[in-house]
């Protein structure tokens, strides 16, 4: 059970292809280069039959668009947010299609690893941090940090709440991404391995393991799906509500 | 004794993180029911505090893994 734990892990974690290279691509690049490929493919076909009335792989690609737009940019930063839908799109587009290829069992999801998600993480870091300097100017932007109406002797530790709450952000994210994607991975290898434990000591209870397991295996598929698509959301909808708190920075 | 300590920083980190959750599910369900057209908005708010909430649960999860491993 352990040694079979440990191949999991192993498994899961990040291989280089080549181990004298100093850039050497790894398991993990492999499949987020991939992801990023499908992600090119997909938009190229849906636009190119562009119509007024869009019908199949065009019209998916509308709706999902559509939603971006309207159910992330717009519904958190107003129309002003607009603007910011390029880098807004491009975040939910490039994390969903690589945690959507992890759930087709070869594949590796590219989100998987902390260095795809922390990178993001640190992205929309500087950008929201650039966007509310560039708005209000640096003076006015740190000064916004402290509540008008804070007593003067409250302010140094208000301050300093808020210069740790948004130092964590990064953190947060990055973390949140890759953790859900490889904790689900890890659990299908879990029940895939209770699975083989139950064939190779074939007794009663392994009778009863057996079929829970691989039930357990199509559940946890489904929910990886839904999963999936529920971390793109939060990472792009989080990196919306930054941006939009950067905006409004020197409004009270 | 590290496994202990990583099967608690997950379990003790769950506990909190479930009991938030919960929280969180049943208010928003209650606000829905009160007002149905505020649906929208309420589950977008939603989406943000749930994210926020997994996160703490999820850093007990790497905490076990680090532990685990050192």
């Known amino acids: ?252 | 004794m590290s496994a202990l300590g990583a099967a608690l920083a997950f379990g003790l980190g769950g506990i909190g993180a479930a009991i938030g959750l919960a929280i969180v599910g049943a208010k928003t369900i209650e606000s829905m029911a009160r007002q149905p057209e505020m649906a929208g908005r309420l589950q977008t708010t939603m989406f943000i505090a749930l994210g926020m909430i997994e996160a703490i649960a999820l850093l007990g999860f790497v905490l076990a893994f680090v532990l685990n491993a050192g």
């Open chain 1, 1 to 252: 059970m352990t040694e079979k734990i440990g191949h999991l892990l192993h498994e899961l974690s990040v291989l280089p292809f080549s181990e004298s290279a100093a850039f050497s691509l790894t398991n993990y690049t492999f499949w987020l280069l991939v992801g990023i490929a499908l992600m090119i493919v997909f938009f190229v076909v849906a636009s190119r039959k562009a119509s007024l009335v869009p019908s199949g792989i065009g019209n998916l690609a509308e709706a999902a668009v559509d939603f971006v737009r309207n159910g992330i940019v717009v519904d958190v930063m107003g129309p002003e947010g607009k603007k910011y839908f390029p880098f807004i799109g491009t975040i939910f587009f490039f994390v969903l299609f690589n945690n959507l290829l992890g759930n087709i069992p070869p594949a590796l999801p590219g989100t998987g690893t902390v260095g795809t998600t922390f990178t993001w993480a640190i992205i929309v870091f500087i950008v929201y941090n650039g966007i509310g300097i560039k708005k209000v100017g640096l003076g006015r932007y740190i000064k916004s940090f402290i509540p008008s109406g804070t007593p003067g002797w409250l302010a140094p530790l208000i301050f300093l709440l808020e210069i740790i709450s948004h130092l964590l952000r990064p953190f947060t994210l990055g973390i949140r991404l890759f953790a859900n994607m490889y904790a689900g991975h890890i659990m299908l290898g879990v029940f895939a391995i209770f699975a083989a434990l139950a064939i190779e000591h074939f007794t009663p209870v392994g009778a009863i393991v057996l079929p829970l397991s691989f039930l357990m295996q199509i559940i946890l598929r489904l929910f990886e799906l839904a999963v999936a698509v529920l971390q793109a959301y939060i990472f792009t909808i989080l990196t919306a509500v930054y941006i939009s708190g950067a905006l409004h920075a020197g409004e009270h």
